[in-house]
């Protein structure tokens, strides 16, 4: 049904009920196969070297506006800056109490209801686990359960893997903003994709299904995609 106001123009749908929600806090969430803890520099920094040192190529670091290191002293003081902001919050994945990965909210605008989520460095030991999906699940759940209307991920439009991942956890593709960033020496056009409150229903279902343990068999091989779940759920993809 379309709106309008008194003077027949088109006007966006009444919000009725929502409050700007609060900031997200420095909490642990806690899942069945990982933790997040607000990154401290003390309990995160040592293993998340010790874990990032697995990415022996450096693949990792290609599309983030940091690294690589080239010692555990040096990636210990961006760790230290970065557990000091509110915007970006940080949080470290942890998973059998070693951190292996982390993650951010960033660009966090209760007025308009928007969050997003970005500098994901996830080690090899996290990587293709279910511990790396439910640390996503984590951090999508707690956004929309604090009260945001639009949860967002951007990243480099070549960057495929980041691309695929927003995509199978359910969040829309909606354009490239081109030549929207410069880092490393070189330009970035910006993939956006988002997920809205409205779809986070059939979200948390489709996350709940697929991390459940019973999804897993004996050798650990998923039987239901998640891709599978959420493609009903993608209003575009890209």
Known sequence: MSHTNNLGQPIGDPVVGWRPPPAPDRVVLTGR????????????AEALWAAHARDTEHRNWTYLFHGPYDSSDEYGEWVQRAASTSDPLFYAVVCDGKAVGVAAYLRIAPEAGSIEVGHINFSPLLQRTPAATEAMFLMMRHAFELGYRR????????NA?????????????EGIFRQALVYKGRNRDSAWYAAIDKEWPALDSAFERWLAPENFDTNGKQRVRLSDLTAPILVSRG
């Open 151 to 158: 949860y967002e991920w951007k990243c480099d439009s070549l």
């Open 161 to 173: 893997p980041s691309r695929q991942a927003a995509q199978r956890l359910g969040l829309s593709y």
């Open 33 to 44: 196969y990982c933790t997040l803890e607000p990154l401290d520099v003390a309990l995160h």
